[in-house]
């Protein structure tokens, strides 16, 4: 073993101990509180004239001062030194990151699968191996989103990341993150999504030799809890099940770089210290993680496969009710009992466009070709459903109560059409085959 896998072996090491330790806060929307050291959080006001512990008082706001209170998302943070004090920052290349508006090509309304993405180059961290897939909006706007993958082998060392044009969803794949907030620590495995607000600063260390997944970059509305309706007081994503972390600090003085993604461009500027140090902290504006796999599946229990709105577990509402900026659906281990009922994704075309991604197993209307890591893009108004192996086995099964528990895959919908940026139409791994899916479809018809 070379001397840096050694180092990322043990740093790997370091990084589970870490994650198997952590505690959380629970519930989605909250106005949580937390300290790290007793006495550090203020009691009965935000901004004292000299802050606890010698601590700076500074307030962060992911929402307008005079949003609605339901919609209002703020902290306030208490850190040993001022974000106010750094120096300037500089351009830096973007990589393979790229920002709405999506100009490189036209809208394309073909359908598009890729495979999932090489391996990175040794040395390749989270923010390095962001390669971006295509979105919509513009992130200056503060309108659309961005559909993002990362693979990585190595830490982020002395760097953190924060992201002024919007919030990250991240859904790993392949190995499991520690994440490294202004607010805490937070461990995010395949099966788990994390969620990290606008402006607030992270670094990712990896709790495996390499890691992959996808990422959304939500512009618009911070993503909520979607309503329930009919449904009821419960059921789909219960608020409980999300974790926010708990104060943990950096107290560390040596040269950190701190890159900021502001207007669809990286910028840089290197710190004398560690800006992850925060020692308490209340408020709203905070990171979760969640484990997809608590998700309450509801769905028919007499007849027809339900909209796959029923499978919302997090939505950005858009100035129209009812029509998201972009969800975040996840398909969860289920039971399918429907009678006289054609049980995979019924074949369909919709004004919302659809990127999915698969973490394991099958997916239940795709035979082949749709691998973890994997992901599949049907714009608006794309005809798409189930391949025809699907469709021949589905339509003659014996309709018995059937578990789906052999995958987990999600679905990025928006309400825009998704532009695939230039590296994502002429990737190597793009599968350039993708329509003949649908052939074999035989005619049935019998006047």
């Not at 703020?74 to 709405?100: E, K, Q, V």
Request: aromatic letters at 10%.
């Amino acid at each position: 073993m070379s001397e840096q896998a050694d180092s990322a072996h043990a740093g790997s090491e370091q990084a589970r101990k870490t994650a198997e330790a952590l505690e959380y806060l629970t519930g989605f929307g909250n106005e949580h509180s937390s300290e790290a050291v007793p006495g550090a959080l203020p009691i009965g006001r935000n901004s004292p004239q000299r802050a606890p512990l010698g601590l700076y008082a500074e307030q962060l706001s992911g929402s307008a001062f005079t949003e609605p209170r339901t919609h209002n998302r703020r902290s306030w943070l208490y850190r040993i030194r001022p974000s106010a004090a750094h120096p300037p920052f500089t351009r830096i290349d973007n990589g393979a990151l790229r920002s709405a508006p999506f100009t490189e090509a036209v809208p394309d309304p073909n359908r598009f699968r890729w495979n999932p993405l090489p391996d990175p180059a040794p040395g390749t961290d989270f923010l390095s191996g962001l390669w971006t897939l295509g979105g919509n909006g513009d992130a200056a706007q503060r309108a659309g989103m961005a559909i993002h993958l990362y693979a990585a082998n190595a830490d982020m060392t002395d760097r953190v990341f924060s992201d002024s044009d919007g919030e990250l969803l991240i859904v790993p794949e392949r190995g499991g993150l520690l994440l490294r907030t202004e607010l805490g620590l937070l461990a995010a495995h395949p099966g788990d999504m994390a969620l990290i607000p606008r402006g607030v600063r992270f670094r990712v260390e990896l709790l495996d030799a390499d890691a992959r997944g996808y990422v959304c970059e939500n512009y618009g509305q911070p993503f909520e809890l979607p309503n329930l309706g009919p449904i009821g007081a419960n059921g789909l994503a219960a608020a409980r099940d999300f974790q926010a972390p708990v104060a943990a600090y950096e107290d560390i003085e040596r040269p950190t770089e701190v890159i900021n993604k502001f207007c669809g461009n990286l910028w840089s500027a290197t710190y004398d210290h560690s800006p992850l140090d925060v020692v308490a902290w209340h408020g709203s504006h905070v990171p979760y993680v969640y484990d997809m796999r608590r998700f309450n599946v509801l769905g028919s229990i007499s007849y027809d496969h339900p909209d796959p709105s029923i499978f919302t577990v997090l939505t950005s509402p858009s100035d129209t009710p009812g029509l998201a900026g972009v969800d975040f659906v996840v398909f969860a281990p289920r039971w399918l009992v429907g009678e006289d009922t054609f049980r995979p994704p019924y074949f369909h075309r919709n004004v919302m466009s659809e990127y999915m991604g698969l973490i394991e197993g099958a997916y239940d209307a795709k035979a082949e070709g749709f691998v973890p890591g994997g992901g599949s893009l049907h714009n608006m108004m794309s005809a798409h459903g189930p391949d025809h192996e699907t469709f021949d086995r589905a339509s003659a099964a014996d309709l018995k109560p059937q578990k789906i528990d052999d995958g987990l895959a999600f679905m990025f919908e928006t309400r825009w059409p998704i532009t695939a940026t230039a590296q994502a139409a002429g990737a190597d791994h793009l599968q350039r085959g993708y329509d003949d899916v649908w052939q074999g479809l035989q005619r049935h018809f019998r006047a």
